[in-house]
Nanobody, 124 residues
Framework: QRQLVESGGGLVQAGGSLRLSCAASGRSFSDYAMGWFRQAPGKEREFVATISWSGGRTYYADSVKGRFTISRDNAKNTMYLQMNSLKFEDTAVYYC?????????????????WGQGTQVTVSS
């Protein structure tokens, strides 16, 4: 059983930056891919970024490409999402998720453990 806890959310002005963290416990962290998803009010959950078990492969949603960076530190059992040049439309609850395998994937159905989420609010 993997437990995931997000932190680092908050209120920031447009153009600002935040760094989200996701601390994992349970099964060996380096065995599986990780991802970030988000859900804005009234909208479906959407893919943000994913990273393979080693960090060697990363994929991003077009809406965040060039502004967000996903990374992981397997020694610390922690994944990160550095968010720069934040926009109002980035406002959402951000969830970290652990994949069923070591392969990075953009499909939420391939993730089997989810955190509780952290709120990111960007003021315009």
């Amino acid at each position: 059983q993997r437990q995931l806890v997000e932190s680092g959310g908050g209120l920031v002005q447009a153009g600002g930056s935040l760094r989200l963290s996701c601390a994992a416990s349970g099964r060996s962290f380096s065995d599986y891919a990780m991802g970030w998803f988000r859900q804005a009010p009234g909208k479906e959950r959407e893919f943000v970024a994913t990273i393979s078990w080693s960090g060697g492969r990363t994929y991003y949603a077009d809406s965040v490409k060039g502004r967000f960076t996903i990374s992981r530190d397997n020694a610390k059992n922690t994944m990160y999402l550095q968010m720069n040049s934040l926009k109002f439309e980035d406002t959402a609850v951000y969830y970290c998720a652990a994949g069923a395998s070591h392969i990075a994937t953009t499909d939420s159905a391939d993730f089997i453990s989810w955190g509780q989420g952290t709120q990111v609010t960007v003021s315009s």
